[in-house]
């Protein structure tokens, strides 16, 4: 039997399911750009997708051809099981008729209109009477917590209450699906942490189907249901939050996602008690390698997975254990970063220990299937890694 959401749409299967989407663009210099390489996935009823990626992969492009503002070269997509656009049967609803909200990186806020008339516009544009407006209005302004500036006009208010007002204005059509697009890149770092904490509560409180485009790798974790990591216009990763983080399938993932240490290895076949045995510059490890394809790999493994110690203390049992002598420690107030040297190579690790310093010697413990061994793709890191640059360490550059 179907299931209903707040407005009578029919919920039990995929809300958006995009199929072999691509989209190509000719620029001024003749030269041709995939913004969109072939595109598949679906989002369910109540998800938070988050669309991540550096800078020119195709978020943006994705996102507008689900709201209708772009168009598809090939391939299709539908929401709420009905095709929205598929030019192989000539099919293209107009935005307006996608039952569809957006959130963009602009506010967007029409000047002359006060905060309830920009709330109250979509609505007004869909026929809704007037009392079912005015209640509507009321209700979505408690909701993102500025009730007292309904009479404002938008040249009154703050960046940040101009984009609860975006915000506002997003959610009072009470769609099913809704499209954010940067929404909070505009907006102080404070203003931002707020905003996104008040996104995420607005979702699991009303429960409508999210896709969120960022290149912040901080809010796709903090808001996300699902990240879907993209790369030269096709899809990189998807998968859950965890799974991105502790499971990248490429070195673009794994840089993209936060701070790592990477390491050259080779596998020669042997495996013992399930997990592949590697030669590395720090000795032969156990690592969690999949693929299993003997020859040259990398292994990555994040600042926090290891476990630092004094040398003569006891250990926590993470299975390996590597002896080291901190160069450097960095507080950063709620942790410090250890560069550490083993074997003659330096390791980031990340700690809240903060009596270990520079030139201790310490003991090392990690456990095997945090280190992340992947075939070498050759892939450059990603181009715009969030976490800076001098975090992303290759195991063996002294520096
Ligand atoms: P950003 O985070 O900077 O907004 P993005 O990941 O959203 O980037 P898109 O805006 O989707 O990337 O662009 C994808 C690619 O398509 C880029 O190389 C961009 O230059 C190109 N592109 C997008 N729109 C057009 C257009 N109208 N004409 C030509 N090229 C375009």
């Keep these: 039997m179907a299931r209903r959401d707040r407005t009578g749409g029919d919920v039990t299967g995929p809300q958006i399911r995009i199929d072999g989407v691509r989209r190509q663009f000719v620029r001024r210099d003749k030269t041709t750009v995939r913004a969109l390489d072939d595109i598949s996935f679906s989002v369910e009823h109540g998800e ?18 689900i709201a209708g503002l772009e168009q598809l070269d090939a391939g299709s997509i539908s929401l709420q099981g009905r095709a929205v656009v598929d030019p192989a049967r000539g099919i293209d609803i107009p935005t307006e008729r996608r039952r569809l909200s957006m959130m963009f990186q602009s506010y967007a806020l029409w000047p002359h209109l006060t905060v309830s008339q920009n709330v109250a516009y979509p609505l007004k544009a869909r026929g809704v009477k007037r009392g079912e407006i005015s209640r509507r209005v009321s209700d979505v302004l408690a909701m993102v917590g500025i009730p007292e500036l309904a009479s ?17 204005r997003a959610l009072v059509s009470r769609d099913e699906i809704v ?14 942490e707020t905003l996104r904490a008040e996104i995420g509560r607005l979702h699991k409180a009303s429960g409508f189907t999210a896709v969120y485009v960022t290149h912040d790798q901080e809010e796709a974790l903090t808001l996300a249901t699902r990240i879907c ?7 990189q990763q998807i998968g859950t ?24 290895a080779t596998f020669d076949g042997t495996v013992v008690d399930g997990r592949a045995i590697v030669d590395t510059p720090l000795g032969r490890l ?31 049992g993470r ?6 002598r901190v160069n450097s420690a960095t507080f950063l107030g709620s942790f410090v970063d250890l560069r550490v040297f083993v074997s003659g190579h330096e390791i980031l690790v990340r700690t809240m220990d903060r009596t270990i310093g520079a030139g201790d010697d310490i003991v090392l413990g990690i456990s095997p299937d945090r280190l992340i061994g992947r075939v070498d793709d050759g892939a450059p ?13 290759a195991v063996g550059s002294r520096s």
């Design 179 to 192: 499209l954010f697009d940067e929404p909070l890149s505009n907006v102080d770092a404070k203003v931002r």
């Design 381 to 393: 890191v990603a181009e715009e890694p969030v976490a800076d640059t001098a975090s992303v360490m």
């Design 152 to 168: 404002q006009h938008p040249g009154q208010i703050s960046g940040g209450q101009a984009q609860r007002v975006a915000l506002a």
């Design 241 to 264: 939050p965890e799974d991105l983080y502790d499971r990248p399938n490429s070195r673009y993932v794994a840089t993209f996602m936060g701070s790592i240490n990477e390491m050259p």
């Design 319 to 324: 299975g390996i254990e590597l002896p080291g």
């Design 286 to 316: 156990p690592v969690d390698y999949p693929a299993r394809q003997n020859g040259e790999l990398v292994v990555f493994s994040r600042p926090e997975a290891w476990d630092a110690r004094p040398a003569g203390s006891a250990g926590a």
């Design 48 to 65: 938070f997708l988050v669309l991540l990626g550096p800078s020119g992969c195709g978020k943006s492009t994705l996102l507008r051809t």
């Design 229 to 235: 990591v993209m790369r030269q216009g096709a899809v």
